[in-house]
């Protein structure tokens, strides 16, 4: 059996097969090509704002409730989300009835009322307050951060919006915005379950084949040249602990270090025994937890590590996070170790094909981000990874030249003074004769 099935219908909306006989649910997903760089500064927020108003009624179910008891009919929990690239619908649905889910998916998507603009705004508004504290200060480090790694560009600003955005968008700005990116050519259906391929097509083509086809919009590239690093921003905050974002700028996801940095990003947080795990939290007891994540975009992106720690702790964590992300550079990894990494990975992709949603991503976003990678391709790249391609990927990418940081929290002005100046010294990332050392 084929890992995965494409049909394309003649608008160009592409419908994605993953078959999973032994499963007893079926997911289905919708991933449109249109987020946060879509936005102009004037409209900022307004693709997750339009995802909220789908919710709010259709032609066929006219209520938010009514729309909500169809799905739920059918087994299903509709749900969505915005990111910088896409806007993802889904809902698990009993397999009987999945054909019946992509009708309540076209009702959603061909067929919105915009009801409530004021009533959603108002919710809308409710989120965003969480990324504040009580003196109106931006605290969210992953919007702290994408200001300053993409200022003056949409990919900056906060998916959410600003309540000033929020407040200033009106229905003809949000029918605008659906008119251009809601389109046949820019959505990817795809179900993974017990379900019959041509069943869904059939079904595909009978409530979306007569959507009219329409131009891509356009997208607002990355300048070519950015502020280089180090970079840093500082906010106070009333809480017991510092929050730190430390983060690189990193090729977009096409670029042939990719796998490099997933693989990097394991090493350094994934599960118990990984590098920074063992350092800050078992050894040194400065943190909780200590997590690294990549967000790759197209032509863009970056790999972040998040702590939280005491204030007096500050400057050793740092301290230490540089001195980990060194040795990566200095030395090669050792061969045991990547192979624990990278079995440790390879289980995760067996584990894979019992996950629905994991199936939908890779194939279903896969598709839509022009990154599809079947679960082959993956093994087959990551048995072929060497130590010495991560050592040159993490000298390349861990250099002060990219580095940024976010600090969230009760800090005072020697802490501050202390830590820029690290980052500015000689000592912050530097390369060293040990660079190619076994």
Not at 82 to 101: K, L
Not at 175 to 203: E, K, M, S, T
Not at 222 to 246: C, E, H, N, Y
Not at 417 to 437: F, G, H
Request: aromatic content about 6%; hydrophobic content about 40%.
């Amino acid at each position: 059996m084929a890992e995965f099935y494409l049909d394309t219908l003649k608008n160009g909306l592409r419908l994605v097969t993953v078959q999973m006989p032994h499963l007893h649910s079926a997911e289905m997903v919708v991933y449109l090509g249109a987020g946060g760089r879509n936005e102009d500064p004037r409209e900022a927020g307004i693709a997750h704002f339009l995802e909220h108003m789908l919710f709010r009624g259709t032609a066929e179910y006219p209520t938010s409730q009514e729309l909500e008891r169809a799905f739920e009919t059918l087994g299903g929990a509709v749900n969505a989300s915005t990111d910088a690239e896409t806007t993802c619908f889904h809902s698990r649905f009993h397999p009987d009835h999945a054909v019946d889910g992509v009708a309540l998916l076209a009702s959603m998507l061909r067929r919105p009322l915009f009801q409530d603009i004021d009533i959603e705004r108002r919710i809308i508004l409710e989120e965003a307050r969480e990324d504040f504290n009580e003196k109106g200060l931006q605290i969210n480090p992953d919007n702290l951060m994408a200001e300053l790694l993409w200022p003056q560009h949409p990919l900056g600003q906060s998916l959410i919006g600003s309540p000033n955005s929020l407040a200033a968008l009106t229905l003809k700005d949000l029918r605008d915005f659906y008119r251009r990116h809601y389109i046949p050519g820019n959505i990817v259906l795809c179900c993974c379950g017990p379900v019959d391929r041509a069943q869904l097509l059939a079904r595909t083509e009978e409530e979306f084949g007569d959507w009219q086809a329409a131009p891509l919009p356009a997208v607002q590239p990355v300048p070519a040249v950015l502020p280089a690093g180090p970079q840093t921003r500082w906010v106070k905050d009333s809480d017991s602990q510092i929050t730190i974002q430390l983060a690189f700028r990193c090729p977009g996801r096409t670029d042939h270090r990719t796998l490099h940095l997933r693989v990097l990003r394991r090493l350094l947080s994934w599960g118990g025994s990984a590098r920074l795990s063992v350092r800050l939290r078992e050894e040194l007891g400065l943190t909780y937890a200590v997590d690294a994540n990549c967000s790759l975009l197209d032509d863009t992106g970056y790999l972040a590590i998040d702590l939280a720690v005491h204030p007096q702790n500050l400057e050793t964590a740092i301290e230490e996070l540089l001195r980990e992300l060194q040795k990566l550079r200095d030395k090669k990894i050792p061969q045991d170790e990547l192979n624990n990494t990278i079995r440790a990975h390879l289980f995760e992709l067996d584990f894979s094909l019992d996950q629905p949603e994991s199936q939908s991503i890779r194939y279903g976003w896969g598709l839509q981000a022009n990154y599809l990678r079947t679960l082959e391709d993956e093994r087959r790249e990551l048995q072929a990874l060497s130590p010495s391609e991560l050592q040159q990927t993490a000298q390349e990418v861990f250099c002060t030249e990219r580095l940024h940081l976010v600090v969230v929290g009760p800090w005072n002005d020697r802490m501050r003074n202390r830590i820029e100046a690290l980052l500015a010294s000689e000592r912050c990332l530097c390369a060293t004769p040990t660079d190619s050392a076994s």
